[in-house]
């Protein structure tokens, strides 16, 4: 069974910066394209960074050009980089699949951002 585990997140003052992780027990990631999903209390979970199989990447606007997303595969990984953090990225983040949205993918705990004003 597909373990997902996320870590790196933690409480930061606007403006900081949070690193997050994601490995996975069970599968390897390097031959899915992966995301990272964040969810903020009472909204719905949404998709804020893409990376493909060939490391191509794409963000959803509210972080183009703050955050960063890379992958590497020998690790087995997906990283989060987040700079320039501000209140309104506070959520749960979690990594999956690209369209783990619709597939009704298996999820992992998620790692915890609160940014504070």
């Known amino acids: 069974q597909v373990q997902l585990v996320e870590s790196g997140g933690g409480l930061v003052q606007a403006g900081g910066s949070l690193r997050l992780s994601c490995t996975a027990q069970g599968t390897r990631f390097r031959f899915r394209d992966m995301a990272w999903y964040r969810q903020a209390p009472g909204k719905q979970r949404e998709r804020v960074a893409t990376?493909?199989?060939?490391?191509?990447?794409d963000y959803a606007d509210s972080v183009k050009g703050r955050f960063t997303i890379s992958r590497n595969d020998a690790k087995n990984t997906v990283d989060l980089q987040m700079n320039s953090l501000q209140p309104e990225d506070t959520a749960v983040y979690f990594c999956?699949?690209?369209?783990?949205?619709?597939?009704?993918?298996?999820w992992g705990q998620g790692t915890q951002v609160t940014v504070s004003s």
């Open positions: 999956n699949y690209t369209d783990a949205l619709q597939s009704g993918a298996n």
């Open positions: 990376v493909s199989v060939w490391s191509t990447t």
